[in-house]
């Protein structure tokens, strides 16, 4: 369900609100307090970060925002607290620009926050393999080539020179009505993605890709399934790669949209970031809940 504007600022008016939050997803799990060791309560003090044992003879401090992104800014909370709600409900993500726009906040600092979200955004929460109906594929993002796909891949399959290549490669794992993997590879190669395939994707299971020689080969506990695109082979039931394709297209829309330009280096935040959308796709408010979790 989507997560509306109108919500988000009835959930989260203020900082106080944003603290108990912080406090809650933290601190409420406790057992007892852990200076006393009883089970007390902890109240808020009011003008400062921190919420106090309420036993007298305790009077122990817990500072919900310590080691979190929250703790040496300058930006409130409700401020952070919407940047998450903007970058999880946009589709094509958020640019360090609209940021500043809309805090009136230095870009540097907009920009940080970004990337400090996006960290958040890391590893789906994912665990074991894919299985069933898995498409896997790759593609490349960044330079000037970006329709020359197809060329440039060959290019890089014949001379190696994948690792020079201005391109960064992306490999997507992506199970059918399922979870995605994804990972920026060296090169794509059949040494770069068949062990990666087997690391990632369970015995048994259907691995459908394009004609790409880099999977030709694969372990033979896969039933590979081939789509020939050059052929214009037509799509004959479930035996498509439409989905992974899908999910790249947003991908290079929000990189090429949105951000314009992303540097080799930052680039895993950003597919990271659409990885953890499609898999939180349709849901709004737990896509925003769960990056709150993890900032704790
Ligand atoms: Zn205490």
Redesign the pocket.
Known sequence: MKYTINKFRKDYPNDDVCLDMIFKLRFAKMP???????Q?TFKRIVGRRCYQ???KD???QLYPTAGTVFEKTKTSLVDWFYVIYLMTSTRNGVSGKEIQRQLGVTYKCAWRMGHQIRLLMANGGLEGMLSGVVEVDETYIGGKAQNKHKKVREAVNQNGKGVNSPKVAVMAMLERDGNIRTQIIPKATGAVLKPIINDNVKGGSVVITDGHRGYKGLDTSFEHSVVNHEQDEYVIGKMHTNTVEGYFSHLKRTIKGTHIHVSRKHMKKYVDECTFKYIHRSKGQEMFHTILSRVV
């Open positions: 007892c307090c852990p200076q006393c060791s009883q007390t044992c309420s036993d305790c009077q122990y």
